[in-house]
């Protein structure tokens, strides 16, 4: 039972589930937005749905109809999501600045002053 409740007390698999139930959420908001860029394009091509076009009996459209649907997914969730995450997390959460790991620069601080102790000069310097 112990290994049972660890599992279900798991931090990640709690942040799993958030994840899905907001992505099962955005689903209906991304399908919406490719639905209305898809009417646009069939007030200018004329048609919005292209699975009915079969040139020489090959059901070429719905192949049509998946690429460009995908292609409009993919837009809207670069464009509206990651983009202006990255912007976000760029503004109130930057990068550290690269450079020595503390851990390491103590560990350089102790091996300078145990060198001083012995009167050798220091690796460092």
């Known amino acids: 039972m112990t290994g049972f409740k660890n599992f279900i007390l798991r931090g990640n698999l709690i942040e799993l589930a958030v994840a899905l139930i907001m992505a099962l959420a955005f689903t209906a908001i991304v399908t919406a937005t490719v639905d209305l860029i898809m009417g646009l394009i069939g007030k200018v091509g004329g048609q919005p749905d292209f699975s009915g076009w079969e040139p020489g009996g090959l059901p070429f459209g719905a192949w049509v109809t998946a690429v460009i649907s995908f292609l409009i997914i993919s837009a809207v969730v670069y464009f509206f999501i990651v983009l202006p995450y ?40």
């Open 86 to 125: 990255t912007k976000a997390k760029e503004r109130f959460f930057p990068a550290e600045e690269p450079g020595t790991p503390e851990d390491v620069q103590l560990l350089e601080e102790i091996r300078d002053l145990l060198a001083a102790q012995q009167g050798r000069p220091t690796p460092g310097a």
